[in-house]
C-alpha cells in the first residue's frame, strides 16, 4: 500500500504569476499576494506577449506591438504599485513568445515552487482545456500549479480553513497529499481526504466493501504524529469524479481544493481532463494540481 511515510513542510519561496490582467487574473493576483505574505515569498508577476510578427508585418505590427507592450507595462505598473504588495518581493517581467515557452523558462530561471494562474470560463475555458496554456502547465510544470477559475470568490485569504484532498491513489495524488497536508498543517485548516469510486457495485455489500477498503487506505496515507489542528475527515463515493468533488467541496465549504496530475497527457486515471475541466469551471475556491513523476 502506497503511503507518504515522509510527509514534509513545503517551501514556497517564489510564486510566478501568470497574467493576462482579465477578472479571474486579477483573483489569481490576490490569491497571490495572500500566499506570498504566508510564506515570505517573492512574486514574479508575468505577462507574456504575441511572438513578434504573429498580428502583422512591417509598420503596421510595429505599432501595434508598441501599443500592446505600453498597455502591458501600464497594467504591470497598477499591479505592481498596488497596496496588496506592501513589503513583499516583487519583479515584473513582460516578455514575447509562446506562452507555455515562455512561462516555462521563467519557472526554470527563477526556481519557481508554486505557478499561479486565472482560467476564463464556458468557451474560454473550453477552448483553453483543448491544447493551451493551462492544460500544457498541469502536465507539464515540475511545481504545483493553482489555477483560480471563473466562479472562485475569495474571501480575505489570510489562511485557508478547510482543504479538501481529491485522491485516485496515482504518483501525481501522492505527491499532492504532502502539500495537502503541509497546507493544513500550516494553516491549521481542516482537511477531507476524498476518493470517489466510478465503478457501479454490484450489491450493497459490495458497495460498503469498497468503501471501507478505500476509506482505511485513504487513512493510512497520513502518517500518525501530523501536527494538524483537526483529523482528516474521510469520504468515499460513488458517482462520477468531477461532479463529486466540486459536490463534496461546495458542501464542506473547501477554500482549497488540491489533485494530482499526470505528465504528457490526463489528469491521471481518475481525474481525466474532463473532470479537471468541470472542477476548474464549476469550482467555488482556486484549485492546486501537482503533477506526477
Same mark, same amino acid.
Given at each position: 500500500m502506497a503511503s507518504l511515510a515522509n510527509l514534509s513542510r513545503v517551501a514556497i519561496n517564489n510564486i510566478l504569476l501568470a497574467t493576462d490582467f482579465s477578472p479571474e487574473a486579477e483573483n489569481a493576483f490576490h490569491c497571490t499576494v495572500a500566499i506570498a505574505k504566508r510564506y515570505d515569498s517573492t512574486i514574479f508577476l508575468t505577462h507574456v506577449l504575441p511572438p513578434e510578427g504573429s498580428m502583422g508585418v512591417g509598420e503596421s505590427w510595429a505599432a501595434l506591438s508598441d501599443a500592446v507592450r505600453s498597455g502591458a507595462e501600464k497594467s504591470m505598473a497598477r499591479l505592481g504599485h498596488t497596496g496588496e504588495l506592501g513589503s513583499i518581493a516583487h519583479e515584473i517581467i513582460i516578455k514575447s513568445g509562446i506562452t507555455w515557452e515562455v512561462i516555462s523558462r521563467t519557472l526554470d530561471e527563477k526556481n519557481v515552487d508554486l505557478l499561479v494562474m486565472g482560467t476564463h470560463g464556458d468557451k474560454a475555458v473550453k477552448k483553453l482545456f483543448l491544447g493551451s496554456t493551462a492544460e500544457t502547465a498541469s502536465r507539464h510544470a515540475t511545481c504545483p500549479v493553482l489555477t483560480v477559475g471563473p466562479h472562485v470568490e475569495l474571501t480575505s485569504g489570510e489562511r485557508f480553513h478547510h482543504i479538501l484532498y481529491a485522491s485516485d491513489f496515482s504518483s501525481g495524488s501522492l505527491r499532492a497529499l504532502n502539500y495537502a497536508v503541509a497546507l493544513a498543517a500550516d494553516d491549521r485548516a481542516e482537511l477531507t481526504l476524498q476518493h470517489v469510486i466510478e465503478s457501479k457495485p454490484a450489491s450493497e455489500a459490495e458497495m460498503l466493501a469498497w468503501k471501507r477498503e478505500d476509506g482505511d487506505r485513504l487513512r493510512r496515507m497520513v502518517p500518525p504524529g501530523m501536527d494538524l489542528a483537526y483529523q482528516p475527515e474521510?469520504? /468515499?463515493?460513488?458517482g462520477i469524479p468531477e461532479v463529486e468533488i466540486v459536490r463534496l467541496a461546495d458542501t464542506r465549504k473547501a477554500d482549497l481544493i488540491v489533485m494530482g496530475s499526470h505528465i504528457g497527457g490526463a489528469v491521471a486515471t481518475? /481525474?481525466?481532463?474532463? !473532470? #479537471? &475541466?468541470?472542477? #476548474? =469551471?464549476?469550482? &467555488?475556491?482556486?484549485? #492546486? !494540481? /501537482? =503533477?506526477?513523476?
Amino acid at each position: 500500500m502506497a503511503s507518504l511515510a515522509n510527509l514534509s513542510r513545503v517551501a514556497i519561496n517564489n510564486i510566478l504569476l501568470a497574467t493576462d490582467f482579465s477578472p479571474e487574473a486579477e483573483n489569481a493576483f490576490h490569491c497571490t499576494v495572500a500566499i506570498a505574505k504566508r510564506y515570505d515569498s517573492t512574486i514574479f508577476l508575468t505577462h507574456v506577449l504575441p511572438p513578434e510578427g504573429s498580428m502583422g508585418v512591417g509598420e503596421s505590427w510595429a505599432a501595434l506591438s508598441d501599443a500592446v507592450r505600453s498597455g502591458a507595462e501600464k497594467s504591470m505598473a497598477r499591479l505592481g504599485h498596488t497596496g496588496e504588495l506592501g513589503s513583499i518581493a516583487h519583479e515584473i517581467i513582460i516578455k514575447s513568445g509562446i506562452t507555455w515557452e515562455v512561462i516555462s523558462r521563467t519557472l526554470d530561471e527563477k526556481n519557481v515552487d508554486l505557478l499561479v494562474m486565472g482560467t476564463h470560463g464556458d468557451k474560454a475555458v473550453k477552448k483553453l482545456f483543448l491544447g493551451s496554456t493551462a492544460e500544457t502547465a498541469s502536465r507539464h510544470a515540475t511545481c504545483p500549479v493553482l489555477t483560480v477559475g471563473p466562479h472562485v470568490e475569495l474571501t480575505s485569504g489570510e489562511r485557508f480553513h478547510h482543504i479538501l484532498y481529491a485522491s485516485d491513489f496515482s504518483s501525481g495524488s501522492l505527491r499532492a497529499l504532502n502539500y495537502a497536508v503541509a497546507l493544513a498543517a500550516d494553516d491549521r485548516a481542516e482537511l477531507t481526504l476524498q476518493h470517489v469510486i466510478e465503478s457501479k457495485p454490484a450489491s450493497e455489500a459490495e458497495m460498503l466493501a469498497w468503501k471501507r477498503e478505500d476509506g482505511d487506505r485513504l487513512r493510512r496515507m497520513v502518517p500518525p504524529g501530523m501536527d494538524l489542528a483537526y483529523q482528516p475527515e474521510v469520504e /468515499v463515493e460513488i458517482g462520477i469524479p468531477e461532479v463529486e468533488i466540486v459536490r463534496l467541496a461546495d458542501t464542506r465549504k473547501a477554500d482549497l481544493i488540491v489533485m494530482g496530475s499526470h505528465i504528457g497527457g490526463a489528469v491521471a486515471t481518475h /481525474v481525466p481532463w474532463t !473532470t #479537471l &475541466h468541470h472542477v #476548474l =469551471r464549476n469550482a &467555488h475556491c482556486p484549485v #492546486l !494540481t /501537482v =503533477r506526477g513523476e
